[in-house]
């Protein structure tokens, strides 16, 4: 039996990998064992729901770095020269606003323009650090002495507690296979401190990127596509009427899906959701238009006091399952998402008429069902704080790509939104071939098959090394 090692220690990463091909067509081999590192508070849940006899998880809490890891981890986080970096590093500055923190801004901002980019000659020297000083976690080595595994698969090489699975099983001479979790990733994590043997990219503008700020050999990379995107391109299993019907919604509402939140901050949330009832009612958005609320999962969820009481709003969650967990980069709390939590996005996307957000992956999400999307480029509420201003994220690397398709409405003003959201009502077909081409950039691949990509991939490069 073939053994591979892996983490999972986050609710989102979870959800990439478990919910498609890449775990189902593995497990489903009886000639491989799944050995999955996990947080010890998900550990009767994930047993709950992935009973296969080929799946040991191993509960195991990764707090920390080594103290020196923590500094290197900090200094070279600066030297990614992105426009997203530099965002990030004025933002930390808004935040304190002080001559230290300024102070502070001005030497990454000179780091990060000067030294980070020269990645030719700074990425070795990286490596070399990491490599020869900053200590294992023994815990980590246990394991993977353990269970001698013939892969490690790490999900999310940018992750922390990833990272230190890579570090290890890198040290200890073990075949590393690495991933990417997200688009945003290779452009706003900082630099790669460790490089696996192989890179499994999800799209050709990753394999660009990989190459660009981590080094990584075009050889030794592949695209497999996005596989959580798979369950996308397949037939709904339920009606538009029946959906409305569960959330009880009337079948004849224009659904608005909207979801103008940004991390914790909602107070500008609240003031548009205010306004866009009050549009409905006076008359300046249909008669017959219904707000779909969607937060994201770690924002707050609004007082249900503080929003209007009306029969065209819906407010719903995006998972149901939260979990204390204590590990390096979620100190606190993390989430699961259920096969119904998925269900509910899927439905909400395909039966929606137009989508409102702000940065969020839900504009590449409405794309693949052809849904018309709006981009909110203004703060409602003017005593938002300026580290939080939709300014700052708006300027991130990975979202210009999305700005640059055509693919994406972006509104500067309330009356702007509200005008664009009836015009979209009234012309869904606008602005269709953009959104075409935000599919072909950031999924590339639309059959349906990136999951079973990935997972024989893997599979081949077991087959491989034996």
């Given at each position: 039996m073939k053994t591979i090692l892996l983490?999972?220690?986050?609710?989102?990463?979870?959800?990439?990998?478990?919910?498609?091909?890449?775990?189902?067509?593995?497990?489903?081999?009886?000639?491989?064992?799944?050995?999955?590192?996990?947080?010890?508070?998900?550990?009767?849940?994930?047993?709950?729901?992935?009973?296969?006899?080929?799946v040991i998880f191993e509960p195991l809490d990764?707090?920390?770095?080594?103290?020196?890891?923590?500094?290197?981890?900090?200094?070279?986080?600066?030297?990614?020269p992105t426009a997203t970096i530099r965002s990030k590093q004025y933002r930390e500055y808004l935040r304190y606003k002080s001559l230290k923190s300024f102070i502070k801004f001005l030497i990454k901002y000179l780091l990060n323009i000067t030294i980070g980019r020269l990645g030719v000659i700074t990425r070795p020297i990286i490596h070399f650090l990491d490599d020869k000083f900053v200590a294992l976690d023994n815990n980590i080595v246990n394991l993977l002495k353990k269970?001698?595994?013939?892969?490690?698969?790490?999900?999310?090489i940018v992750f922390p507690p990833d990272r230190e699975v890579l570090r290890a099983a890198k040290r200890l001479g073990f075949y590393t296979v690495g991933m990417i979790r997200s688009w945003d990733n290779l452009t706003s994590k900082g630099v790669i401190q460790i490089l696996p043997d192989k890179l499994i990219v999800l799209t050709t503008i990753m394999k660009n990127e990989a190459i660009k700020y981590a080094g990584m050999p075009e050889k030794d990379m592949i695209i497999t596509g996005v596989p959580p995107y798979d369950i996308f391109f397949e037939k709904r299993p339920v009606t538009r009427e029946e959906f409305l019907k569960s959330?009880?919604?009337?079948?004849?509402?224009?659904?608005?899906?909207?979801?103008?939140?940004?991390?914790?901050?909602?107070?500008?949330?609240?003031?548009?959701?205010?306004?866009?009832?009050?549009?409905?009612?006076?008359?300046?958005?249909?008669?017959?238009?219904?707000?779909?609320?969607?937060?994201?999962?770690?924002?707050?969820?609004?007082?249900?006091d503080q929003l209007p009481k009306s029969s065209h709003i819906t407010v719903t969650s995006p998972c149901e399952q939260f979990f204390k967990v204590n590990n390096l980069q979620s100190p606190t709390e993390d989430w699961e998402f259920s096969s119904k939590d998925i269900e509910l996005l899927l439905n909400?996307?395909?039966?929606?008429?137009?989508?409102?957000?702000?940065?969020?992956t839900l504009s590449i999400d409405a794309a693949v069902f052809d849904k018309p999307v709006i981009n909110i480029r203004f703060e409602a509420d003017k005593t938002t704080a300026p580290e939080e201003h939709i300014d700052l994220f708006a300027k991130f690397a990975h979202?210009?790509?999305?700005?640059?398709?055509?693919g994406v409405k972006m509104v500067w003003d309330m009356n702007e939104l509200i005008s664009s959201i009836k015009d979209y009502l009234l012309h869904s077909e606008h602005d269709q071939k953009g959104r075409e081409r935000m599919i072909r950039e950031?999924?590339?691949?639309?059959?349906?098959?990136?999951?079973?990509?990935?997972?024989?991939?893997?599979?081949?490069?077991?087959?491989?090394?034996?």
């Open positions: 983490p999972i220690y986050n609710g989102i990463r979870a959800k990439n990998f478990f919910r498609n091909d890449s775990y189902l067509k593995l497990v489903s081999d009886p000639n491989i064992r799944l050995i999955i590192i996990i947080p010890p508070s998900k550990l009767e849940f994930y047993r709950r729901e992935y009973p296969e006899k080929n990764i707090v920390s770095e080594s103290p020196f890891g923590v500094k290197l981890s900090a200094f070279v986080f600066n030297l990614l269970y001698n595994p013939d892969l490690v698969l790490v999900p999310d959330l009880g919604i009337p079948s004849d509402r224009k659904i608005i899906l909207t979801a103008p939140f940004i991390y914790a901050h909602t107070g500008s949330a609240e003031i548009i959701i205010k306004e866009l009832v009050r549009a409905i009612d006076d008359g300046r958005l249909p008669p017959n238009s219904h707000l779909l609320i969607r937060y994201r999962p770690a924002t707050p969820e609004i007082a249900q909400s996307l395909a039966y929606s008429d137009v989508v409102v957000n702000y940065i969020s979202y210009k790509s999305i700005e640059d398709s055509g950031q999924i590339e691949f639309t059959d349906g098959k990136s999951g079973l990509r990935t997972a024989e991939y893997i599979k081949k490069l077991l087959g491989e090394k034996l």
